[in-house]
Protein backbone atom coordinates (compact mmCIF):
# COMPACT_ATOMS: atom_id res chain seq x y z
CA UNK A 1 0.00 0.00 0.00
CA UNK A 2 3.03 2.31 1.22
CA UNK A 3 4.54 1.35 -2.43
CA UNK A 4 1.86 2.50 -4.59
CA UNK A 5 0.68 5.66 -2.54
CA UNK A 6 4.71 6.56 -3.52
CA UNK A 7 4.45 6.13 -6.99
CA UNK A 8 1.63 8.09 -7.47
CA UNK A 9 2.78 10.65 -4.73
CA UNK A 10 6.48 10.84 -4.22
CA UNK A 11 6.08 13.09 -1.12
CA UNK A 12 3.30 11.10 0.54
CA UNK A 13 5.74 10.28 3.04
CA UNK A 14 6.24 13.34 5.59
CA UNK A 15 10.07 12.61 5.93
CA UNK A 16 12.50 10.98 4.15
CA UNK A 17 15.58 8.78 4.88
CA UNK A 18 17.92 12.15 4.39
CA UNK A 19 15.56 14.00 6.62
CA UNK A 20 15.73 11.45 9.28
CA UNK A 21 19.38 11.18 8.85
CA UNK A 22 19.68 14.82 9.53
CA UNK A 23 17.92 14.96 12.34
CA UNK A 24 19.47 12.36 13.85
CA UNK A 25 22.94 13.87 12.96
CA UNK A 26 21.77 16.82 14.62
CA UNK A 27 20.53 15.11 17.60
CA UNK A 28 24.17 13.02 18.05
CA UNK A 29 26.05 16.95 17.59
CA UNK A 30 23.32 18.02 20.01
CA UNK A 31 24.41 15.24 23.11
CA UNK A 32 27.73 15.73 21.92
CA UNK A 33 28.01 19.48 23.20
CA UNK A 34 25.63 19.00 25.68
CA UNK A 35 27.98 16.45 27.35
CA UNK A 36 30.98 18.33 26.61
CA UNK A 37 29.69 21.34 28.44
CA UNK A 38 28.91 19.19 31.53
CA UNK A 39 32.06 17.63 31.46
CA UNK A 40 34.07 21.13 32.04
CA UNK A 41 30.71 22.47 34.45
CA UNK A 42 31.44 19.04 36.76
CA UNK A 43 34.98 19.05 36.71
CA UNK A 44 35.33 22.81 37.73
CA UNK A 45 32.17 22.75 40.37
CA UNK A 46 33.75 19.01 41.85
CA UNK A 47 37.32 21.09 42.18
CA UNK A 48 35.98 23.58 44.80
CA UNK A 49 34.87 20.68 46.78
CA UNK A 50 37.39 19.78 49.66
CA UNK A 51 39.45 16.96 49.05
CA UNK A 52 38.31 16.58 45.39
CA UNK A 53 41.35 16.63 42.54
CA UNK A 54 42.08 16.60 39.15
CA UNK A 55 42.81 12.93 38.02
CA UNK A 56 43.06 13.24 34.32
CA UNK A 57 46.91 13.31 33.38
CA UNK A 58 46.74 16.44 31.34
CA UNK A 59 45.87 18.55 33.82
CA UNK A 60 47.60 19.78 37.25
CA UNK A 61 45.51 18.85 39.93
CA UNK A 62 43.39 21.87 40.25
CA UNK A 63 43.11 23.03 36.87
CA UNK A 64 42.04 26.57 36.23
CA UNK A 65 39.07 26.93 34.37
CA UNK A 66 40.19 27.95 31.32
CA UNK A 67 42.95 25.50 30.98
CA UNK A 68 39.87 22.59 30.86
CA UNK A 69 38.06 24.64 28.38
CA UNK A 70 41.46 25.10 26.14
CA UNK A 71 42.61 21.54 26.24
CA UNK A 72 39.01 20.43 25.18
CA UNK A 73 39.12 22.57 22.46
CA UNK A 74 42.48 21.90 21.48
CA UNK A 75 41.27 18.09 21.73
CA UNK A 76 38.22 17.90 20.07
CA UNK A 77 39.36 20.28 17.28
CA UNK A 78 39.97 17.37 14.78
CA UNK A 79 36.49 16.45 15.45
CA UNK A 80 34.93 19.41 14.47
CA UNK A 81 37.68 20.29 11.21
CA UNK A 82 36.70 16.68 9.70
CA UNK A 83 33.12 16.53 10.89
CA UNK A 84 32.49 12.75 9.24
CA UNK A 85 34.11 11.41 11.64
CA UNK A 86 30.56 10.30 13.62
CA UNK A 87 31.90 7.16 15.66
CA UNK A 88 34.83 9.09 16.93
CA UNK A 89 32.18 11.87 18.36
CA UNK A 90 29.68 9.11 19.29
CA UNK A 91 32.40 7.47 21.28
CA UNK A 92 33.64 10.41 22.82
CA UNK A 93 30.03 11.31 23.82
CA UNK A 94 29.50 7.80 25.72
CA UNK A 95 32.85 8.25 26.96
CA UNK A 96 32.43 12.49 28.34
CA UNK A 97 29.07 11.47 29.23
CA UNK A 98 30.55 8.30 31.84
CA UNK A 99 32.72 11.31 33.07
CA UNK A 100 29.95 13.87 33.87
CA UNK A 101 27.97 10.95 35.55
CA UNK A 102 31.29 9.86 37.75
CA UNK A 103 31.52 13.72 38.41
CA UNK A 104 28.42 14.03 39.66
CA UNK A 105 28.81 11.28 41.94
CA UNK A 106 31.87 12.70 43.17
CA UNK A 107 30.33 16.21 43.85
CA UNK A 108 27.63 14.38 45.47
CA UNK A 109 29.22 12.09 47.89
CA UNK A 110 32.47 15.15 48.73
CA UNK A 111 30.39 18.67 48.57
CA UNK A 112 27.26 18.06 51.04
Not at 35 to 55: I, M, P, R, S, W
Not at 86 to 104: C, E, K, L, P, W
Request: aromatic content about 12%; glycine content about 4%.
Amino acid sequence: MTESRLKENPKWLLFTQSDLNETQDALYWTLFWTFQALDVYTTYEGLKCEGVEEKNPLFPDEPKLLQIILTKAILLSPIIYLGDLHHIRDFMSATTGTAVVNNAHIIYQNCN
